[in-house]
Nanobody, 122 residues
């Protein structure tokens, strides 16, 4: 089992920045794929960023150029979010899976954190 704990959410004005962190514990592997999803009220979970063990990353168009995923070590990951917009408001979830492949589908990720709330005011 793997446990994930996010931190760093909060309230920020449009145009501002936040850095989310995710710390993993348990049976982790340096070949795990790591990533972030978000869920806004009344909407489905949406893929935000992913990083495979070789360091390759993927971002959807909605956040590309504004969000950056980075790995400090095998168990610590960050999501730097710049130029935030009100539509970025959501609960952000850290995810991890032993598959080693970046998918944008929630069901592809075995482990989820509890989520951290990000609110961007206009």
């Amino acid at each position: 089992q793997v446990q994930l704990v996010e931190s760093g959410g909060g309230l920020v004005q449009a145009g501002g920045s936040l850095n989310l962190s995710c710390v993993a514990s348990g049976r982790t592997s340096n070949r795990d794929v790591m990533g972030w999803f978000r869920q806004a009220p009344g909407k489905e979970r949406e893929f935000v960023a992913g990083m495979a063990w070789r360091g390759n990353t993927y971002y959807p168009a909605a956040v590309r150029g504004r969000f950056t995923i980075a790995r400090d070590n095998m168990n610590t990951m960050n999501l730097q979010m710049n130029s935030l917009k009100p539509e970025d408001t959501a609960v952000y979830y850290c995810v991890r899976d032993p598959s080693s492949i970046i998918y944008d589908t929630p069901s592809r990720y075995r482990y989820w954190g509890q989520g951290t709330r990000v609110t961007v005011s206009s």
